[in-house]
């Protein structure tokens, strides 16, 4: 390798510039088509850069690696073009040495080189895996005037010789570093140029470098840095500042297929939502939980709408061939949604895509594959689950897979409890008594059966509460019949254990439906509504589903699955009193399933 590598520089060096420039070219091609740095680097632009399109973030990224391969080429040609480079910024540097801070940008070992051939300069190297070639590299080095240091205590000795140490803070993470913002993610960033600079009493010293034009570049010292008295963590902010307002006004000099954001200690979290309450609830809730996981999680939520019924078909078709990592679904993307709806998505990054329900699904697989996040989707989709990072779907879907967890019921969230617990006590000026809640949906198909029984359930119910003294909190949906509403308002809204009494469909309160089951020790729920049972049972409270309707077979699947759970009460609702509590541990077992699947996705 060694004797191959002297060779390609000895005919590169008498080959003509536009040949190299040719070659260079090429080797830029290649790594641009090659699928793996595509795909980091895009992902990492995109991070950086969220509002810019996916033109935008190609060219940046076909510029990079036209750089880079270039740079690849100038490294060997040195003797040839050293003149081309331009060293601005002498003013800066003292005569006492510093500590020389560059990042992965530009071409950093020619620019470096440039400034080695006007003042001392060291670099601590690090043995390569190939060692024939490292020691090509170490003799290229040396050509260009830099001082090699092989351990810590050779680099030592030259900072005391006022010698300037070259370091990169952007590569090469230890256990130790600090979490620094960098274009709003936070990243461990090495912290050694700070602390060789505090104890040898040096300066730090930014440095750029630019190309500014084919085999030109200019290396700008930016104004040192003093770093006594100052935090490490202050000092490699004002750093990453310095080199984030660098990469913003040349994004295209930054190598962007280095992991840099891989490390990061954040996570952007995208919420596709299809306007259903339960639905965002569901993904509200798994996002609490990757919350819970020690990462810092900034959430943003988007409502998705498509351009019509057919493009939600043929959105499904085109998530069903979308890899893991696909570019052209941004393509795509526009002619599905509407409008709007795109010009929100393509100005977001997030590193996980969240959604509840089929109709989101297509859009979370296509946009995850888009900008390489990870995908994570709730309830039955019409794609294979197997096509996502993470499924949870609840054992009534009768999905039988094992690329999927399974739980009983519905996510739920439970960090607001006590809040919506204080909020409703004090809205409704609810008094001490113990509280009974209850809860009613609609009719499916039967309205006569669902009035009769609601007719026969509620005078038990009244008489109930009124022999044990309890308070009766109330409410129904938007899915109540106007009969069933007026019906309640006329028997229970004069009653004088009624404490609340909300009709949703005339004035509802988004802290209610948690408020009652917070403060209730029993909750009384239509069984028709599988999003309200599968909530109450969530929150580990007392359940009775009251049965106002023959139940259809998703709902006697759905009740089959946690009749362990909750109790039944059926007509002509006999027994009332013999009830007896029942809490239920759902949430429990759920929680644990689905914490110990989202590792994955983290």
């Given at each position: 390798?060694?004797?191959?590598?002297?060779?390609?520089?000895?005919?590169?060096?008498?080959?003509?510039?536009?040949?190299?420039?040719?070659?260079?070219?090429?080797?830029?091609?290649?790594?641009?088509?090659?699928?793996?740095?595509?795909?980091?680097?895009f992902?990492?632009?995109?991070?950086?850069?969220?509002?810019?399109?996916?033109?935008?973030?190609?060219?940046?990224?076909?510029?990079?690696f036209?750089?880079?391969?270039?740079?690849?080429?100038?490294?060997?040609?040195?003797?040839?073009?050293?003149?081309?480079?331009?060293?601005?910024?002498?003013?800066?540097?003292?005569?006492?040495?510093?500590?020389?801070?560059?990042?992965?940008?530009?071409?950093?070992?020619?620019?470096?080189?440039?400034?080695?051939?006007?003042?001392k300069?060291?670099?601590?190297?690090?043995?390569?895996?190939?060692?024939?070639?490292?020691?090509?590299?170490?003799e290229?080095?040396?050509?260009?005037?830099?001082?090699?240091?092989?351990?810590?205590?050779?680099?030592?000795?030259?900072?005391?010789?006022?010698?300037?140490?070259?370091?990169?803070?952007?590569?090469?993470?230890?256990?130790?570093?600090?979490?620094?913002?960098?274009?709003?993610?936070?990243?461990?960033?090495?912290?050694?140029?700070?602390?060789?600079?505090?104890?040898?009493?040096?300066?730090?010293?930014?440095?750029?470098?630019?190309?500014?034009?084919?085999?030109s570049?200019?290396?700008?010292?930016?104004?040192?840095?003093?770093?006594?008295?100052q935090?490490?963590?202050?000092?490699?902010?004002s750093?990453?500042?310095?080199?984030?307002?660098?990469?913003?006004?040349?994004?295209?000099?930054?190598?962007?297929?280095?992991?840099?954001?891989?490390?990061?200690?954040?996570?952007?979290?995208?919420?596709?939502?299809?306007?259903?309450?339960?639905?965002?609830?569901?993904?509200?809730?798994?996002?609490?939980?990757?919350?819970?996981?020690?990462?810092?999680?900034?959430?943003?939520?988007?409502?998705?709408?498509?351009?019509?019924?057919?493009?939600?078909?043929?959105?499904?078709?085109?998530?069903?061939?979308?890899?893991?990592?696909?570019?052209?679904?941004?393509?795509?993307?526009?002619?599905?949604?509407?409008?709007?709806?795109?010009?929100?998505?393509?100005?977001?990054?997030?590193?996980?895509?969240?959604?509840?329900?089929?109709?989101?699904?297509?859009?979370?697989?296509?946009?995850?594959?888009?900008?390489?996040?990870?995908?994570?989707?709730?309830?039955?989709?019409?794609?294979?689950?197997?096509?996502?990072?993470?499924?949870?779907?609840?054992?009534?879907?009768?999905?039988?897979?094992?690329?999927?967890?399974?739980i009983?019921?519905?996510?739920?969230?439970?960090?607001?409890?006590?809040?919506?617990?204080?909020?409703?006590?004090d809205?409704?000026?609810?008094?001490?008594k113990?509280?009974?809640?209850?809860?009613?949906g609609?009719?499916?198909?039967?309205?006569?059966?669902?009035?009769?029984?609601?007719k026969?359930?509620?005078?038990?119910?009244?008489?109930?509460?009124?022999?044990?003294?309890?308070?009766?909190?109330?409410?129904?949906?938007?899915?109540?019949?106007?009969?069933?509403?007026?019906?309640?308002?006329?028997?229970?809204?004069?009653?004088?254990?009624?404490?609340?009494?909300?009709?949703?469909?005339?004035?509802?309160?988004?802290?209610?439906?948690?408020?009652?089951?917070?403060?209730?020790?029993i909750?009384?729920?239509?069984?028709?509504?599988?999003?309200?049972?599968?909530?109450?049972?969530?929150?580990?409270?007392?359940?009775?589903?009251?049965?106002?309707?023959?139940?259809?077979?998703?709902?006697?699947?759905?009740?089959?699955s946690?009749?362990?759970e909750?109790?039944?009460?059926?007509?002509p609702?006999?027994?009332?009193?013999?009830?007896?509590?029942?809490?239920?541990?759902?949430?429990?077992?759920?929680?644990?399933?689905?914490?110990?699947?989202?590792?994955?996705?983290?």
């Open positions: 390798m060694y004797f191959l590598a002297k060779f390609v520089r000895a005919m590169l060096l008498k080959l003509p510039l536009w040949m190299i420039l040719v070659f260079g070219k090429a080797i830029g091609l290649f790594m641009y088509l090659s699928a793996k740095k595509q795909r980091v680097a992902k990492n632009i995109k991070s950086a850069f969220p509002t810019k399109n996916r033109k935008e973030v190609l060219l940046i990224l076909r510029r990079s036209d750089g880079f391969g270039l740079a690849i080429l100038e490294g060997l040609i040195y003797p040839r073009i050293h003149k081309n480079i331009e060293v601005r910024g002498d003013e800066n540097i003292g005569l006492d040495g510093g500590i020389f801070v560059g990042i992965h940008s530009g071409n950093w070992e020619v620019a470096i080189s440039a400034f080695a051939h006007r003042h300069l060291a670099v601590f190297v690090q043995e390569q895996k190939h060692k024939t070639l490292d020691k090509f590299l170490n290229m080095r040396q050509e260009g005037k830099i001082k090699i240091c092989f351990s810590l205590k050779e680099l030592i000795k030259r900072i005391k010789q006022n010698y300037f140490i070259g370091v990169v803070i952007d590569h090469g993470v230890r256990d130790d570093a600090v979490i620094v913002d960098f274009f709003s993610h936070q990243v461990p960033t090495p912290k050694g140029a700070v602390y060789l600079a505090k104890k040898f009493n040096k300066k730090l010293y930014p440095t750029f470098c630019y190309r500014k034009g084919n085999f570049h200019l290396l700008e010292i930016g104004k040192p840095i003093d770093p006594k008295g935090d490490d963590k202050d000092v490699l902010r750093l990453n500042e310095a080199y984030e307002d660098y990469i913003t006004k040349n994004p295209w000099e930054y190598f962007w297929y280095y992991k840099r954001f891989k490390r990061k200690i954040n996570r952007d979290v995208l919420i596709l939502s299809d306007g259903r309450t339960g639905h965002f609830k569901q993904s509200r809730a798994l996002l609490a939980l990757l919350s819970e996981r020690g990462y810092v999680i900034k959430s943003e939520m988007i409502e998705m709408r498509y351009k019509s019924k057919l493009v939600r078909v043929i959105a499904n078709i085109f998530a069903f061939f979308a890899g893991h990592n696909c570019l052209w679904c941004g393509w795509v993307l526009p002619f599905l949604i509407d409008k709007n709806t795109w010009k929100r998505l393509n100005k977001i990054y997030a590193d996980i895509v969240i959604s509840t329900g089929s109709y989101v699904a297509p859009v979370n697989k296509l946009f995850s594959s888009y900008i390489g996040a990870k995908s994570a989707v709730i309830l039955r989709s019409n794609i294979p689950l197997g096509r996502f990072d993470l499924a949870i779907v609840p054992e009534h879907d009768r999905i039988q897979t094992d690329k999927a967890i399974i009983k019921g519905a996510l739920f969230d439970s960090s607001s409890l006590d809040e919506r617990r204080k909020k409703c006590k809205f409704f000026n609810l008094s001490g113990n509280k009974i809640s209850l809860f009613i609609g009719p499916l198909t039967d309205r006569r059966e669902f009035m009769h029984n609601l026969l359930f509620i005078p038990k119910l009244k008489e109930f509460v009124a022999q044990n003294d309890q308070g009766l909190l109330v409410s129904t949906s938007r899915r109540t019949p106007q009969e069933a509403e007026s019906y309640l308002e006329s028997e229970l809204r004069d009653f004088k254990n009624t404490e609340a009494l909300v009709v949703a469909n005339k004035r509802n309160y988004d802290f209610v439906f948690e408020g009652f089951c917070v403060l209730a020790d909750i009384f729920v239509s069984n028709e509504s599988i999003s309200m049972v599968s909530e109450v049972v969530s929150m580990q409270k007392s359940c009775v589903c009251v049965s106002l309707e023959t139940e259809d077979d998703k709902r006697k699947v759905f009740l089959e946690i009749e362990s909750v109790g039944f009460f059926n007509p609702y006999k027994g009332i009193e013999l009830i007896k509590p029942k809490a239920s541990s759902i949430f429990t077992k759920n929680k644990k399933s689905v914490k110990k699947a989202i590792g994955k996705l983290l």
